[in-house]
């Protein structure tokens, strides 16, 4: 109530079970209190990032977008712990749509806009229905200030923390249990890049996460694994690639490349979709300004 108060310049006072609004934008700020009750009605945790993401639409004239993101009631998913996971952004509902229309989708974004985690859900609610045979997840092994050689035990364990994201965002979905069996039978594979070159994948859900630090020649190579029945996910975020100085990045050119081609969607995340802490969405916003004036 602090904060729509704040932004609206309003007085906002409870009483019993009704709420007293005083203020010039009074009509604004009964339509955020409005989808935010629908939201709660639904049992969707209301934080304050949807507070925050309901302002900012209402206050652009988005109000009808917003109604119909919050009326959707039907979950894409539920966890092992009953769970309802549903799109929370106007950008997260299109980024699935996406998914389920198109063979390839891009999805580019700031940590924390949900795209790695909403993929892995859009693949588990497509192995569940039997639309495919498996899920494949990889990401490529490339160090953020780090060097592989240095870690401890095999490739495997040395690719692992890597990985560990898709790892977590598998057992939220499933359960350890569940996730543990379909990991045994094969029917989640989780591998480092280089693993896919060769191979043809067919009636499987690829994720390729951390795309940004692909070179040009791995991201073509990914690509053109595609096999009947597939649908691959591209994620990454263009403002933190970890390649060396000078080197272009796969994700970015391909992005160039591929725009037009009819079977291919690119979703692009915006800060307000940041659904961490909300300094996290600030964060972005300011770097993405300090470099824009330092190009």
Do not use: W
């Amino acid at each position: 109530m602090h904060l729509i108060a704040e932004e609206f310049q309003c007085n906002i006072s409870s009483r019993g079970d009704s709420i007293d609004l005083e203020g010039e934008d009074e009509s604004k700020v009964s339509e955020v209190f409005k989808n935010l009750i629908q939201l709660h009605r639904q049992n969707a945790r209301v934080t304050q990032h949807e507070v925050s993401y309901a302002i900012k639409l209402i206050r652009s004239g988005r109000a009808e977008e917003l109604s119909k993101l919050v009326n959707e009631t039907e979950a894409i998913l539920v966890t092992s712990k009953g769970k309802q996971i549903r799109a929370k952004t106007l950008s997260q509902r299109k980024y699935l749509a996406a998914i389920l229309k198109h063979a390839v989708t891009f999805g580019i974004g700031a940590a924390g806009t949900g795209k790695t985690y909403l993929a892995v859900v859009a693949a588990c609610a497509s192995l569940r229905k039997k639309s495919v045979e498996k899920i494949i997840l990889t990401r490529p092994a490339v160090e953020a200030g780090e060097r592989l050689g240095f870690l401890p035990g095999d490739l495997q364990e040395k690719v692992d923390p890597y990985l560990r994201p898709l790892y977590d965002a598998l057992a939220d979905v499933f359960g350890v249990e569940l996730y543990q069996k379909f990991l045994t039978r094969g029917m989640i594979e989780i591998a480092p890049l280089a693993y896919m070159r060769g191979r043809t994948l067919e009636n499987a859900f690829v994720i390729l996460d951390e795309a940004q630090n692909t070179t040009p020649l791995q991201m073509k190579m990914f690509l053109t694994r595609l096999g009947n029945n597939s649908k691959m996910v591209i994620t990454g975020d263009l403002s933190q690639i970890d390649l060396p100085f000078g080197k272009r990045s796969g994700l970015q050119e391909s992005i160039d490349i591929l725009r037009d081609v009819r079977g291919i969607s690119i979703v692009e995340f915006e800060p307000g979709d940041v659904m961490r802490h909300p300094l996290v969405e600030k964060i972005v916003e300011a770097y993405e300004k300090f470099e824009r004036s330092s190009k």
